[in-house]
């Protein structure tokens, strides 16, 4: 138990949106993902997710981890009505139309609440998504609901402390969300498997220093000199760990750190690029559009879309 103590409380947590919604138009998302982890709450009506199409009841909740891509189904969807990501990211309004909690009573539609947040490994590592856990369906828990519920009733207020509530209500989520996987001994070893990171101090401090160093140097001399071990060795301890080698990872951040500042600044492509350790920009165009399959500018539209449409 002391273990998993440790697991929740290296969790860093983020908010980053909800929404209620009504399905304006049903639609199956071949390929749906988000960059964040996703909760929906089914309040009635249909959703189905994955190959095999699996049903959702109303009540119950289905979890996707950040990047992992799934297919899902809003609403009573037909093969005719199948979409890409990408084609739904853009038409989001005319398939999710956005609504309050009070408007959910009283709708004939189907109906839904979609909450993301991030949480990481101190602050570097996709908690979740590390652990290789694929999206499931969260059955019989009316505690989580409600907090999905809270999360979004507080972010439609304009109230003192609003920001405090929701960082709490979110943080109360995702310990939710791991007691329920143990109490119901889901992935249970790919949690034992695959969290390594806790347990190597070593690992950990390379985790920090790689984040707070996104922008200089990161070879492996230098992470050798942080986690006190050879540099011929050092490349080998990391991928022991984590299963990848240190500059794939480096790599993976950086990215991640652009996609961030495309996100929240006007920075031009550029400075975005050096900002996150790349001096020559056309390299950082090719490896970006190479990670993302799209360039940096057309990722900066489509989330200046996706945080307008809510």
Known sequence: MEY????????????????????????????????ENSVILLHQGSLKFGDEQELVNEGEILFIPAGR????????????????????????????????FKDIKNAEEDCLTIVTFEAKVFDVVNFFNSLGIPPFIIRFNDRLASIIEDVVKESEQNTPGKERVIKLH??????ELVRHILKNR????????????????????????????IGGDLSNKVLAKVANVSEDYVGQYFKMLTGINPQDYI???RMEAAVDLLRTTKKSIRDIGKEVGYKDTAYFCRRFKMMYGLPAGKMRRRESLINVQG
């Open 4 to 35: 998993y103590n440790k697991v929740i409380e290296s969790v860093g947590v983020r908010y980053t949106r909800g929404n209620n919604y009504k399905v304006e138009r049903p639609i199956t998302v071949t390929d749906y993902i988000e960059p």
């Open 69 to 100: 891509p799934s297919k899902v189904t809003f609403g009573p969807a037909t093969k005719r009505n199948e979409s890409s990501n990408d084609e739904f990211v853009e038409n989001k309004k005319k398939h999710l139309q956005t609504i309050s």
């Open 170 to 175: 979110t943080e109360l989520l995702v310990v």
């Open 186 to 213: 889901l992935f249970v070893e790919e949690m034992s498997t695959n969290s390594t990171y806790f347990k190597d101090p070593r690992l950990i401090d390379m985790f920090n220093y790689i984040k707070k160093n």
């Open 251 to 253: 790599e993976y951040q």
